[in-house]
């Protein structure tokens, strides 16, 4: 899951969005309870919204919410 993660936050750096996408769901399929779960999921929202898909941008952040109520990224979650 975390060199998922990572391929996918590097993805979002070059702009690459749908590899991108595909990296952090990698990440959240092969463990989704992990350690950076919920960072993974607010990118997830972020490479979604990038692709002009606002409503599965908008259903990551409702999982981020729900499934990590205490998470870190709560605000920019709630944010964004």
Request: net charge positive; proline share 6%; with cysteine.
């Amino acid at each position: 899951a975390e060199a998922q993660h990572l391929i996918g936050r590097c993805r979002i750096d070059l702009k690459e969005f749908a590899p991108a996408l595909d990296a952090l769901q990698a990440a959240l399929k092969a463990k989704p309870d992990w350690r950076q779960a919920d960072e993974s999921l607010l990118l997830a929202a972020f490479a979604l919204g990038q692709l002009q898909k606002p409503a599965d941008a908008q259903a990551r952040l409702r999982e981020l919410l729900d499934k990590f109520p205490q998470s870190a990224h709560l605000p920019e979650a709630r944010y964004r």
